[in-house]
């Protein structure tokens, strides 16, 4: 069940009065593309659809960017989630560069689609990686050296302890890696950005309009909700972790995990200073990530925790503290004003999940926690696909995809077992 949108994004983008109130399909409606799921997907799709002059009609269950797109930690990294060795062993060096090139690119583009729609999002510069144990400096230090050979990138380098510890205001760190192309901004302004350049543009979007079902026929697709039907040429479904039971044929591949974020009570100049001096975001290296940056106003913004049942915690707020002391001691005395969680969707090989349920109906979900970058360029490629030009979208559909095992229903059991495992290793 979707949680409400008690994120401190929302809550300073309402005060601000940004947040639009955009009605719900009624009757039917005609475009050439429907698109359902209104975050980052399905917005940056019906942006540049509609740039091509593509009529779209996207539907949004509830309000725009309640998805992860309104919820999560905002951090814009460069590449995949999976790291470029990794990805070179698996699918050889040509298919690797190409997705390093795609991942270079989605920062671009988020940069360039703030830059000219004026999205006023904080975007700021820099994430630094850092190690929580030992053993992963190692990794760091050949990461750096293998992006410079492979693939001439030098905007990335290793941070010994000593330096590291002043960047990140702790020294609980053995080493980290500094990365000035990555970026990171407040996640639900940017998507309410996309989606005022898609309305811009002349996309129609709803809200509060789920799509209960969608069917096939000689003309085309037509989506229905409670209230109405939109009949398109085209479709695509881009709900990712809050797809549910709308289509089984591609919950397999994808398993929604609940992420959850603290944000706490506005810190001093000095402090917030302390914390993090050069205004970058930072991610360590655990299993369960733990990801911080500073919001505009100076408050700590720290994911970390996660659960795979279907209901959240209690108290947020509560389960993301531990994670915020045993890196932050000096806030123990901090109040946390905010807790929210959201829901993402992984595959098994981290990697995205696009393809086709049919010529002319389309997906792209998956995106393992990497989906800032990686769905707003999914978006843009979605329309390149639809547009007949498909290269750089099949970069990415004819991935190998796997199953989970236990097939939809039964794989929660093995699947939380197994990530549970891997995040009791962290703490080993
Ligand atoms: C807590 C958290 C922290 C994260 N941190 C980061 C980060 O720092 N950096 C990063 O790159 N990624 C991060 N992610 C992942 C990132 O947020 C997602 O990958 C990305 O937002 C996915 O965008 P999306 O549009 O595919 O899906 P979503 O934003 O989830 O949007 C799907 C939309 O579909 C709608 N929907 C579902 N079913 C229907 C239906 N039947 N009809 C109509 N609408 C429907 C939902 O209401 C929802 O709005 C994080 C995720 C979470 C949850």
Redesign the pocket.
Known sequence: M?QPLNTLYAATATAAGIVPVLPGLAGEQCADVCI????????SAALHLAKQGRSVAL???????????????????VGQRVDQQTLQAQLGATAASALWQLGLEAVELVEQLVADHSIDCGLRNNIIHVAHKKRYITDYIEEVDFLKRQYGYADCRYLAADELAEQVGSSQFYGGLLDTRSR?LD?YRY?LGLAEAAQAAGATLYEH????SFASDSDGVTAT?AHGQVRAKQLIV???????N?VPAMAGTIMP?????AASEPLSPALAQSLLPGGSAA?DSRFVIN?WRLSADNRLVF?GGENYRRAFPRDIVGFVRPHILSIYPQLADTRLDYG??????ITLRRMPDFGQLADNIWY??G?????????TL??KLLAEAIAGERSRWELFANLPRQKFPGGTLLRWPGMVAGMAYYALRDRL
Do not use: D, K, M
Request: glycine share 26%; aromatic share 8%.
């Open positions: 979707q359902i799921g209104g975050g980052y997907t399905g917005l539907l949004e269950a509830n309000t725009l960017a309640s998805g992860a797109s309104g919820r999560n930690g905002g951090h814009v990294g990171h996640p998507a309009s789920r799509a209960v909700t881009a709900c990712n972790g809050y797809l549910g709308l995990i609940n992420n959850f974020i991610q990801y994911g929210w969680g959201g829901t993402l969707a792209a979900q995106y393992s926690g990497h989906g800032v970058p990686t769905a999914g978006g």
